[in-house]
């Protein structure tokens, strides 16, 4: 049984992820490329995505990875990772990156000259490699290689990482565990103890590792990515979502006031920036709660709404990872020119939304659906 909600919740994902993406030049928060008037509007609209959005695309894609071990070995699925997952993370960097990089560092005055130039001058872009974007042993190593490709680096290490967890997990004791579980969030408000893992991972390890994309962030994700393999093991897991869901949206709510009212009296500042260790605890546990509440809260809405199958559904899964792939050097790329134009926030934010779009959606119908090679770099099935 295939259950569309989640085809739908992937697709929809990836086109938050592009919108969040299109509006980032007008924030208070750092990114590749900024416009000189950022928009307070704008900057609380990022805000309140930040703590769930990412969460559940890895609850998702670990739901989906119970579904493909159901029906495949354990090698056809590890091959299945490489080929959708691997290959276009590599092909992404290696094309995607220097167009990026190339725009990021002549918007920010580090480098000069055509994009000819830099490709084919090794001191700029080993520039952008050893001092911009310095390479390090650690998960930052994928934001560094492929920017916005983090998540296909990091989904990959995931499957790897958890295949045996998973395999253990469909194994006798893996059910009796499963069971516990399952007998656990049968009881009003159980799913919710996720959020101790949750925040204790953001406690011991966000003071070492602040960066974005760095070790908390990974053991986070990795979190996630293993819960929404665990929730769809079990129809009592399920069914806790569909009945718990106004816990859920109740702390998701008080949550995210506490974090708009918090960004509102310290634009500019990110979780990163706290320093103070009661500070940093009180941060990431409203930040723990708000991700997992609003990423069940999202998957029972789904289950409610989306479980059904038609024609913009199947277009959206050919769509899905071309889209991901190519919307942010599109975004980057224009968004480089239009923050140059003399006019207000309500000009150049559609401008770069729409167009962004535009030209993404004509790249994929126009050259990579229509081509063999490029369908498989693509990591189009």
């Not at 055509?114 to 050893?130: E, K, V």
């Not at 492929?146 to 004791?173: E, K, N, Q, T, V």
């Not at 399920?238 to 949206?249: E, K, N, S, V, Y």
Request: with cysteine; aromatic share 14%.
């Amino acid at each position: 049984m295939r259950l569309h909600h989640l085809d739908w919740l992937r697709v929809l994902a990836i086109l938050g992820v592009i919108v969040f993406h299109a509006v980032h030049p007008f924030d208070h928060i750092g990114w590749h490329i900024k416009d000189p008037e950022p928009s307070v509007p704008v900057t609380l609209f990022i805000i309140s995505l930040y703590p769930w959005g990412m969460p559940l695309f890895f609850l998702i894609s670990g739901a989906g990875s119970w579904f493909a071990l159901r029906r495949r070995t354990w090698r056809q699925y590890a091959s299945e990772r490489v080929t959708r997952l691997l290959v276009p993370f590599l092909v992404g960097s290696l094309i995607l990156t220097p167009i990026m990089a190339y725009y990021e560092m002549i918007h920010k005055g580090l480098y000069e000259g055509t994009f000819t130039r830099f490709i084919f001058d090794p001191g700029g872009f080993r520039a952008f490699l050893t001092e911009f974007h310095p390479l390090r042993f650690g998960p930052t190593v994928f934001g560094a290689l492929g920017y916005h490709l983090w998540f296909l680096g990091f989904l990959f290490a995931f499957s790897l990482i958890a295949l045996p967890l998973f395999l253990w997990l469909r194994g006798d004791s893996g059910k009796l565990l499963i069971g516990r579980l399952g007998r656990l969030c049968g009881k009003r408000g159980g799913l919710l103890l996720l959020i101790i893992p949750l925040t204790l991972i953001q406690v011991v390890l966000r003071p070492q590792y602040p960066t974005e994309h760095d070790w908390a962030g990974f053991a986070t994700m990795l979190v996630f990515f293993v819960s929404g393999y665990v929730l769809y093991s079990d129809e009592r897991f399920t069914r806790a979502i569909r009945r718990d869901w106004p816990l859920g949206l109740a702390l998701g709510l008080l949550t995210s006031a506490l974090i708009l009212s918090s960004t509102l009296s310290g634009i500019g500042a990110s979780p990163s920036d706290i320093s103070n260790e009661l500070d940093i605890v009180i941060q990431w546990t409203v930040l723990s709660v708000n991700g997992w509440a609003w990423s069940l809260v999202i998957i029972s809405m789904g289950m409610r709404y989306l479980d059904f199958r038609n024609r913009w559904l199947e277009y959206g899964q050919a769509a899905i990872m071309p889209l991901f792939l190519l919307h942010q050097p599109v975004i980057i790329a224009i968004a480089y020119y239009v923050v140059q134009w003399d006019t207000g926030v309500l000009v150049k934010l559609p401008v770069v939304l729409l167009g962004s779009l535009a030209v993404t959606l004509a790249i994929f119908e126009v050259f990579i659906k229509r081509v063999g090679p490029l369908r498989a770099f693509f990591g189009i099935k």
